[in-house]
């Protein structure tokens, strides 16, 4: 798990779809037909960003600086 699930900010939009995003990330956020697939598919898209983040050189927010590691 990229981002603690404490951490995840769960809502239901007026079309009934679920929207997850988190303050920990500012701009990544990812929907789903139902919390579950919501969250999964935020897990997926923290990990996604984390690595564009440093793949070009820009800063890693400050919650994740000592335990995102990207391998090869």
């Not at 995003?21 to 897990?43: N, V």
């Not at 997926?44 to 994740?64: M, S, V």
């Amino acid at each position: 798990m990229i981002v603690p699930l404490s951490k995840v900010q769960l809502r239901k939009d007026e079309d009934g779809v679920w929207i997850a995003k988190s303050s920990l990330l500012p701009g990544c956020h990812a929907h789903g037909r139902d919390r579950g697939e919501a969250l999964l598919r935020f897990q997926q898209a923290a990990k996604a960003h984390l690595e564009a983040l440093l793949e070009t050189g820009r800063p890693i927010p400050p919650a994740f600086r000592d335990k995102f590691v990207l391998t090869a």
